[in-house]
């Protein structure tokens, strides 16, 4: 059974920094690109990094560019998102999930990804 576990999230002033982490199992994580996505009320949810079994990295949020990066641990099957300088507008669920396209992160959206976590809430806010 595939399943996707996010933490890490939590209350955090303008300008902090939080790292989410997300734990895989259930399939061969090695093989799968994992994207972050978010989610804030009222708004549809929204990509914003990815990364290939190989390391490579897409931004699919322009906003975060600078500020969040994005790695994985396959030996651990976690990914991990890096937030610094978060702004208000970062405030969000924040979820991941596995690529249904294998080891591709490239042009896709949040209906080609599967197996999606609960989520980790992140409130920015002073």
């Known amino acids: 059974q595939v399943q996707f576990v996010e933490s890490g999230g939590g209350l955090v002033q303008p300008g902090g920094s939080l790292r989410l982490s997300c734990a895989a199992s259930?399939?061969?994580?090695?093989?799968?690109?994992i994207g972050w996505f978010r989610q804030a009320p009222g708004k549809e949810r929204e990509g914003v990094l990815c990364i290939s079994p190989s390391d490579v990295v897409l931004y699919y949020a322009d906003s975060v560019k600078g500020r969040f990066t994005i790695s994985r641990d396959n030996a651990d099957s976690t990914v991990y998102l890096q937030m610094n300088s978060l702004k208000p507008e970062d405030t969000a669920a924040y979820y991941c999930?596995?690529?249904?396209?294998?080891?591709?992160?490239?042009?896709?959206?949040?209906?080609?990804?599967?197996?999606w976590g609960q989520g980790t809430q992140v409130t920015v806010s002073s």
């Open positions: 259930g399939f061969s994580f090695d093989d799968y690109a």
């Open positions: 999930a596995a690529s249904l396209r294998s080891y591709y992160c490239g042009g896709l959206g949040p209906a080609d990804f599967g197996s």
